[in-house]
């Protein structure tokens, strides 16, 4: 009962015998050391067992010996099985033509794979490849080698740097890496470098262009700092003008900042409520009764479902009703003129770009009046002050 | 002389604490319920039908008798049998 796949596979035999002296077959069977299992009396003479195929034959000159007869009742397991299987010639022939048919099959190209194109299109790598003996529907074992074939490509794809080819079961993977083309610069017409407005020049610093002022250099707004005409008035040349120039530049600031100020503060008092969505409506689930704050604020949040990316037009809304009040702050002096040069820098810095520094403040004046602080600043900020002039011709004459 | 071998096997058994059916070839049965019964060293068979099973041993017989008796497997010294037993009787000497 152990060896039950290896029974199966030796094969065995259910018989009946017959005869007087079943008891001595059994003894007999016992000192050729034939094994039988499932043994069965039926009735007066007539026992029933299971044996192994190969020891079927060793049984005939015991029952000659014993005086029995048998008769085979069924078989049992692959070798009869088997035997059924080989006298049915179709099928035998069916199993090996589909097993020749995987195999051809699984010899040939199925499938072309172009990865990792960006400019190149697919069909231009693909033309290249069927040229090399590599489409689909090709016999393997016709190919040449792969490594081979990647070289051929890569010679023959000048605007590839690398291109590899796998074959990975039926299919056939190109992989190829572009080479990277630098990015092409903006066009620019030519062009002066001149003054935003009146400065100092700190910095001045020419990377294309004739600088015409230098550092310390007082100049007006729309004064010409990198000329873009370079050479005397016979030898000319007009080139984009480019390069970086700082400088000081002056900023008055009017404020008036008042001293009460009003501040909204939330009291922390929340009432939720809850939606139900469906389609364009919403229906009140949760947090019904009548609101007890003066004045609040809103906050929703939609959920809505969805099966992977198609809308179900079902979903919930939370609401979230936050009580708020209006606080009154008093700012002393001091603090709002901290608020209004917080004001005027902020403003500078949204004007000018993020590289401008401030390099000193002053408060010119600062009164109060009726609730009110009246302050003028004085700022001096290090910027770039460059912006461009295209050159025409009417310019070219000065 | 197999008096004196027989003695001093005894004395070997009761000294050493050996199972008894090694020194003096002995049957061991095991029986599982009234559903199993297994027999070790045996002598072949005597009888079988399905309410009796007769088994030689070295000295005298066993007997075991029930309903449906079954040999499930049967090898040189050992029988496996199955069915309902009801009762095994042990006969020590010939019937």
Same mark, same amino acid.
């Given at each position: 009962m152990r060896y039950q796949l290896i029974t199966y596979l030796r094969g065995h035999v259910k018989l009946k015998v017959r005869g007087e002296t079943i008891e001595s077959l059994l003894n007999e069977l016992i000192q050729f050391k034939i094994k039988i299992w =499932?043994?069965? &009396? %039926?009735? @007066? /003479?007539m026992l029933e067992f299971h044996i192994h195929l190969n020891d079927f034959f060793k049984l005939r000159p015991l029952l000659k010996k014993t005086g029995c007869r048998m008769t085979v009742v069924k078989r049992y397991g692959a070798p009869f099985f088997l035997n059924k299987i080989m006298k049915r010639q179709f099928f035998i022939s069916g199993i090996a033509l589909f097993l020749a048919g995987i195999f051809i099959l699984s010899t040939l190209i199925w499938n072309v794979e172009v990865i /990792? =194109? @960006? &400019? %190149?299109?697919s069909e231009d790598i693909l033309e290249e490849a069927e040229d090399l003996g590599l489409y689909k529907y090709q016999f393997k074992f016709k190919m040449d080698n792969l490594d081979l074939i990647a070289k051929e490509l890569t010679k023959r794809l000048p605007e590839t740097s690398w291109v590899g080819v796998e074959l990975k079961g039926t299919k056939i993977q190109i992989k190829v890496v572009e080479s990277t083309i630098p990015e092409e610069e903006p066009l620019y017409n030519p062009r002066n470098l001149i003054s935003t407005s009146d400065a100092i020049i700190t910095k001045i610093f020419a990377e294309q262009g004739n600088p015409m002022v230098k550092v310390n250099h007082r100049v007006k707004k729309g004064d010409i700092l990198i000329s873009g005409v370079l050479g005397d008035e016979e030898n000319q040349e007009i080139v984009v003008a480019k390069g970086e120039v700082k400088g000081l530049v002056w900023y008055e600031y009017n404020l008036k900042i008042p001293l009460k100020q009003e501040v909204k503060i939330y009291t922390g008092n929340v009432k939720d409520r809850k939606y139900l969505v469906l389609g364009n409506r919403a229906i009140k689930i949760n947090g019904f009764g009548d609101l007890e704050f003066s004045s609040f604020e809103n906050q929703l949040s939609r959920h809505m479902l969805s099966w992977r990316e198609y809308p179900l037009h079902i979903g919930w809304i939370d609401e979230k009703v936050l009580e708020s009040n209006l606080m009154e702050r008093n700012l002393s002096i001091e603090e709002a003129k901290a608020v209004g040069i917080q004001q005027a820098k902020s403003d500078i810095l949204f004007n000018t770009g993020i590289e401008t520094a401030i390099v000193e403040e002053n408060i010119i004046e600062a009164d109060e009046k009726d609730g009110m602080i009246y302050m003028q600043i004085l700022f001096e900020v290090e910027q770039n002050i460059t912006t461009e002039q295209p050159i025409t011709e009417f310019n070219e004459i000065f | 002389m197999s008096r004196i071998k027989k003695k001093l096997r005894k004395f070997t058994a009761n000294v050493l604490d050996l199972p008894k059916d090694v020194i003096f070839d002995l049957p061991r049965i095991t029986m599982i319920g009234n559903m199993q019964l297994y027999v070790e060293n045996h002598r072949g068979v005597v009888q079988f039908t399905t309410d009796k099973l007769t088994l030689k041993l070295s000295v005298g017989h066993l007997e075991i008798i029930g309903k449906d008796l079954v040999i499930r497997a049967i090898l040189s010294e050992e029988v496996f049998i199955e069915g309902v037993v009801e009762d095994v009787k042990y006969i020590q000497k010939d019937v």
């Amino acid at each position: 009962m152990r060896y039950q796949l290896i029974t199966y596979l030796r094969g065995h035999v259910k018989l009946k015998v017959r005869g007087e002296t079943i008891e001595s077959l059994l003894n007999e069977l016992i000192q050729f050391k034939i094994k039988i299992w =499932n043994v069965k &009396r %039926l009735s @007066e /003479g007539m026992l029933e067992f299971h044996i192994h195929l190969n020891d079927f034959f060793k049984l005939r000159p015991l029952l000659k010996k014993t005086g029995c007869r048998m008769t085979v009742v069924k078989r049992y397991g692959a070798p009869f099985f088997l035997n059924k299987i080989m006298k049915r010639q179709f099928f035998i022939s069916g199993i090996a033509l589909f097993l020749a048919g995987i195999f051809i099959l699984s010899t040939l190209i199925w499938n072309v794979e172009v990865i /990792g =194109n @960006e &400019r %190149l299109t697919s069909e231009d790598i693909l033309e290249e490849a069927e040229d090399l003996g590599l489409y689909k529907y090709q016999f393997k074992f016709k190919m040449d080698n792969l490594d081979l074939i990647a070289k051929e490509l890569t010679k023959r794809l000048p605007e590839t740097s690398w291109v590899g080819v796998e074959l990975k079961g039926t299919k056939i993977q190109i992989k190829v890496v572009e080479s990277t083309i630098p990015e092409e610069e903006p066009l620019y017409n030519p062009r002066n470098l001149i003054s935003t407005s009146d400065a100092i020049i700190t910095k001045i610093f020419a990377e294309q262009g004739n600088p015409m002022v230098k550092v310390n250099h007082r100049v007006k707004k729309g004064d010409i700092l990198i000329s873009g005409v370079l050479g005397d008035e016979e030898n000319q040349e007009i080139v984009v003008a480019k390069g970086e120039v700082k400088g000081l530049v002056w900023y008055e600031y009017n404020l008036k900042i008042p001293l009460k100020q009003e501040v909204k503060i939330y009291t922390g008092n929340v009432k939720d409520r809850k939606y139900l969505v469906l389609g364009n409506r919403a229906i009140k689930i949760n947090g019904f009764g009548d609101l007890e704050f003066s004045s609040f604020e809103n906050q929703l949040s939609r959920h809505m479902l969805s099966w992977r990316e198609y809308p179900l037009h079902i979903g919930w809304i939370d609401e979230k009703v936050l009580e708020s009040n209006l606080m009154e702050r008093n700012l002393s002096i001091e603090e709002a003129k901290a608020v209004g040069i917080q004001q005027a820098k902020s403003d500078i810095l949204f004007n000018t770009g993020i590289e401008t520094a401030i390099v000193e403040e002053n408060i010119i004046e600062a009164d109060e009046k009726d609730g009110m602080i009246y302050m003028q600043i004085l700022f001096e900020v290090e910027q770039n002050i460059t912006t461009e002039q295209p050159i025409t011709e009417f310019n070219e004459i000065f | 002389m197999s008096r004196i071998k027989k003695k001093l096997r005894k004395f070997t058994a009761n000294v050493l604490d050996l199972p008894k059916d090694v020194i003096f070839d002995l049957p061991r049965i095991t029986m599982i319920g009234n559903m199993q019964l297994y027999v070790e060293n045996h002598r072949g068979v005597v009888q079988f039908t399905t309410d009796k099973l007769t088994l030689k041993l070295s000295v005298g017989h066993l007997e075991i008798i029930g309903k449906d008796l079954v040999i499930r497997a049967i090898l040189s010294e050992e029988v496996f049998i199955e069915g309902v037993v009801e009762d095994v009787k042990y006969i020590q000497k010939d019937v």
